[in-house]
């Protein structure tokens, strides 16, 4: 089956970095096959005989820990999971230039209600907010970005339970799977 893992926290801020030559190393070693990276923040796609994105995840999280010393954190979704989460954004969610588009990919065993609780209120008029499946969806504008309740969401304690994604990066994943 046809994988997709979101890596957590890797790469940012001069924090955790690892190539993308010695993640795909690493999950090679995993035993997984066809394995693509796309760009430096931590996008796995691979296949695998193992059906449980759940069990992936943890073996990944695993290993990453232990290899490169940090408390490694990962979303792992099927292509046919990915495409759905993809499938559940508003209409026209990522096509509206004038806004800045994010996707919150959720770890462990949050829900989008559970997480949507603990992120600020949104401020009408500048953001919005919408829940998918397995996914937030998170759109600012762009000329008042600064206002936003976004801008608050590293400080927060819930941060450290989602992996973001800008729209453009979530679109080019979708095409990706194709090509594995």
């Known amino acids: ?12 801020g001069g924090k955790n970095i690892i190539s993308k030559e010695e993640l795909r190393q690493l999950f090679e070693d995993l035993g ?7 760009i430096q923040s931590g996008n796995i796609l691979f296949k695998s005989v193992e059906k449980s994105s759940k069990k992936l995840a943890m073996s990944i999280e695993e290993k990453l820990s232990k290899r490169f010393s940090y408390d490694a954190r990962a979303v792992v979704l099927s292509s046919n999971q990915y495409k759905t989460a993809v499938e559940s954004a508003p209409k026209g ?11 919150l990919f959720l770890l462990g065993d949050n829900t989008p209600k559970k ?4 992120l600020p209120l ?8 919408a829940l998918g499946k397995n996914v937030i969806f998170w759109s600012v504008s762009k000329k ?6 976004y801008m608050k969401l590293a400080s927060l304690p819930v941060y450290q339970e989602v992996t973001i994604r800008n729209h453009n ?3 080019k994943l979708l095409q990706l799977f194709d090509e594995i």
């Open 93 to 103: 969610w990522g096509k509206n230039d004038q806004q800045k588009h994010n996707a």
């Open 144 to 149: 008042s970005l600064t206002k936003t309740s």
């Open 122 to 129: 949104q401020k009408p008029g500048i953001e919005t907010i």
């Open 115 to 118: 997480i949507s609780k603990e």
């Open 1 to 12: 089956m046809k994988f997709l893992a979101l890596l957590r926290g890797i790469n940012v």
């Open 32 to 38: 997984f096959e066809s394995v693509r990276t796309y």
């Open 169 to 171: 990066t979530v679109f």
